[in-house]
């Protein structure tokens, strides 16, 4: 008579039993990454999983920003050339700055490099005063609205109106009548450390300039008073330096910071 064991060992089942499948026939297809899902989602919502997304978006920020830097040049570039033909048609007319004959001259009387130069200053000094603001950490937030610049540049035309119309008895009175009247543009429309110390080294550094070019002959004052130059010419600088330094920021107003490398 068979034993219960012996039917037990002979049953298909418990064949089955003795020989488990392998784990790889039991896992048909393993369990999906979270990296995998969140891929195909990103596919399905038509976005694009690849990082090349957030170098795009870099790359159209810088652009954006060049294309704005070169905005407020040109715009920088013109204000000084036009700043440049009206006062110096001023200074001509009054016989306080004198050009060679054989200089070519424009509709305005003056010599041709005058306006490109005065432009590309302005355009250098304009974007220096919001770039040197953002550096420091200290924007600039004292009468920001245009019709405070206008005021300004009308101001600064006038400073410069007075030291060609107004006699006094010696320049030294009227250069401290005109420190005085810069310093007082400067507390009126601006106020700030950076626009104070930019003014006086743009005053100091283009009064070098302007020395040096009388010395090589370039062109002359009358009456020089202050080595070859008129001992009033700082205070016309630092009061443009300001007025530009305004009208740069004012332009950079509402502009994205530029974006840095990775």
């Known amino acids: 008579m068979p034993r219960l064991h012996d039917h037990f060992w002979s049953c298909p089942c418990a064949g089955a039993a003795r020989h488990p499948s392998p784990p790889r026939a039991r896992a048909a297809k393993p369990a999906a990454e979270p990296g995998d899902m969140s891929a ?3 596919q399905a919502a038509g976005a694009d999983p690849s990082p090349r997304g957030p170098r795009a978006g870099a790359s159209g920020r810088a652009s954006s920003w060049h294309h704005d830097l070169v905005q407020r040049s040109l715009v920088l570039f013109s204000v000084g050339v036009v700043l440049a033909l009206v006062l110096n048609l001023l200074q001509i ?8 004959d054989e200089v070519i001259a424009t509709i305005f009387s003056s ?3 005058v306006p490109p130069c005065c432009g590309t200053a302005a355009a ?7 770039c040197i603001d953002s550096h420091l950490g200290e924007p600039h937030k004292f009468k920001r609205e245009w019709a405070s610049v206008m005021r300004c540049i009308a101001v600064f035309v006038g400073i410069n109106h007075a030291s060609a119309k107004l006699d006094f008895a010696n320049n030294v009175q009227l250069s401290l009548t005109l420190a005085a009247l810069s310093l007082g543009l400067w507390w009126t429309f601006d106020r700030s450390r950076s626009g104070l110390g930019l003014g006086i080294t743009i005053a100091f550094l283009a009064t070098l300039i302007t020395q040096f070019l009388v010395y090589n002959g370039v062109y002359q004052y009358t009456s020089p008073d ?3 130059i008129r001992s009033w010419l700082p205070c016309i600088f630092f009061s443009g330096g300001v007025t530009v330094g305004n009208i740069g920021r004012q332009l950079a107003m509402g502009v994205p910071e ?3 490398s990775d």
């Open 258 to 260: 530029k974006p840095h």
């Open 111 to 113: 010599a041709w490099w």
């Open 40 to 42: 195909a989602a990103a």
């Open 226 to 228: 202050f080595l070859y």
């Open 93 to 100: 007319q009054r016989n306080v700055t004198l050009f060679p």
């Open 124 to 130: 250098v000094v304009g974007l220096l005063y919001p």
